[in-house]
């Protein structure tokens, strides 16, 4: 194994000679739980998965239901539970609502339903269980031998249990949304039409592909950008002059009556907040949602540092490590510093993926790239304008060891709403 924070290496293995460095034979295994839609396919394969996949993600469809999905869930699902909060002093957790959020809009997105995980009262839910013991059980099956969690899983015991049982959660939610889809689409939202022709004619089985297509977009969707969010909160409301400049830019900028309460939701209104979506990218830079990947080599090589790979050598990306490195970002770069990102004329300064690797790099670059930023500023927007947020004094910050940077203890608040 070779862990890497050299930018020439990430560019070399996952575009330069992409083809050369797939996730590797072991993917299949340890993403089985996801389906055997993209996340865990390499290759031929892969590419002709993504190219119908990219088909979504561009279509005018797409673009038409981002707005109405996030202005649906923030309305009726962020503001009552966070006026909740409010109005009888709770303390809540912010990572929790915020996963709640993501999986909400991620679920309209793949199916057109509201999955209504974001009520007031936060009942527990069996998506959200089922998204953490899935990532937990990849985690394990990452660290330990093959032998060692296959056994576990013969034997029904220990994280491989709860992963099997997720995993037929996931399995049964997704069939569940959508026959009733089928059977009532008038009660569903529209959305996408991703129940393409186009997978069967590459082999897959049609019934199938939606229940892994849909898994594909929770496990993609939801936890990457709730990670994102709750660490921009942590470091906005741990640096109030910045969440101050973010009230302020919205106030400049959007049309809003003092004390009115507002939902944002429109993509053209969201793209002139540039100082938050610095923000956002700077919170990523610091803690990426995804913070190590990694790829396997089929031939051998000589990465651009020198260094030797042999065939079946895994190369490991060290995500976080790259977003802290002063060859990167320069002397300040462990600095909380939004104006990092933001150039003379005002505008955002384009980094290269293989610095920013937030959303990954190459070919296989996040396919929700744009969704999941214009997601992040419509909720972002919408809570600091609406509610003053204050983070419990002495709750610990940290972070869980995950294949998504989550917070251990999540995000302990208190909320003030700003227009009561
Ligand atoms: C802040 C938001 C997001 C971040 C930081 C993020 C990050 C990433 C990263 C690092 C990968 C590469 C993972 C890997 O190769 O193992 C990825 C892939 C992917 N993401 Fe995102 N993502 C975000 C939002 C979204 C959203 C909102 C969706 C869809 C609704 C989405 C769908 C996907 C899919 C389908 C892939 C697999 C692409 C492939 O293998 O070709 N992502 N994302």
């Excluded at 909060?85 to 809009?105: C, H, N, P, T, Y």
Aim: glycine residues 6%; charged residues 25%.
């Amino acid at each position: 194994m070779l862990l890497t924070s050299d930018p020439a290496t990430l560019h070399h293995i996952m575009s330069s000679n992409f083809s050369n460095y797939p996730k590797g034979p072991d993917t299949k295994l340890l993403f089985e739980a996801y389906g055997e839609i993209l996340f865990a396919t390499d290759l031929e394969e892969w590419r002709k998965q993504r190219k119908i996949v990219h088909g979504f993600f561009d279509h005018h469809e797409m673009r038409i239901s981002t707005p109405k999905i996030n202005h649906e869930i923030i309305q009726n699902g962020l503001f009552p539970v966070l006026d909740q909060v409010s109005e009888q002093g709770l303390v809540a957790d912010l990572q929790e609502i915020i996963k709640r959020f993501m999986l909400d809009a991620t679920c309209m997105i793949a199916t057109g339903y509201n999955h209504g995980s974001l009520r007031v009262g936060l009942p527990e839910d069996r998506v959200l269980t089922a998204l953490h013991d899935i990532n937990h059980g990849i985690l394990i099956r990452h660290i330990f031998p093959e032998r060692l969690w296959k056994a576990k899983k013969w034997l029904g015991i220990g994280a491989e249990k709860k992963l099997c049982q997720a995993w037929e959660t996931l399995d049964s939610i997704a069939l569940e949304y959508l026959h009733k889809r089928k059977e009532n689409p008038e009660l569903f939202f529209q959305g996408i039409n991703y129940f393409s022709p186009e997978f069967e004619a590459i082999g897959l089985n049609p019934s199938k592909v939606m229940i892994d297509v849909v898994k594909s977009l929770l496990f993609g969707g939801t936890d990457t950008p709730s990670s994102a969010l709750t660490w921009f909160f942590w470091l906005v409301l741990e640096n109030p002059k910045v969440e101050l400049k973010i009230r302020g830019e919205i106030e400049a900028n959007l049309s809003t009556e003092k004390g009115e309460k507002r939902v944002f939701f429109d993509p053209d209104e969201l793209n002139k907040l540039v100082y938050l979506h610095a923000t956002l990218l700077e919170s990523m830079r610091l803690y990426p949602p995804a913070p190590f990947q990694s790829r396997t080599s089929i031939e051998s090589d000589i990465l651009p540092s020198g260094h030797r790979v042999n065939p079946m050598m895994k190369i490991v990306p060290c995500c976080y490590a790259m977003g802290r490195m002063e060859s990167i970002w320069g002397e300040d770069c462990l600095e909380f510093k939004p104006e990092r990102w933001i150039s003379e004329k005002g505008r955002i300064i384009p980094v290269p993926s293989n610095k920013f690797v937030a959303f990954s790099s190459g070919p296989r670059i996040c396919p929700g790239k744009e969704l999941g930023l214009i997601r992040l500023k419509a909720a972002a927007a919408s809570i600091i304008h609406n509610y003053q947020v204050e983070i419990l004094k002495n709750h610990p910050v940290i972070p869980t060891t995950s294949i998504i940077l989550n917070m251990k203890h999540g995000l302990k608040v208190r909320v003030t709403n700003r227009s009561a």
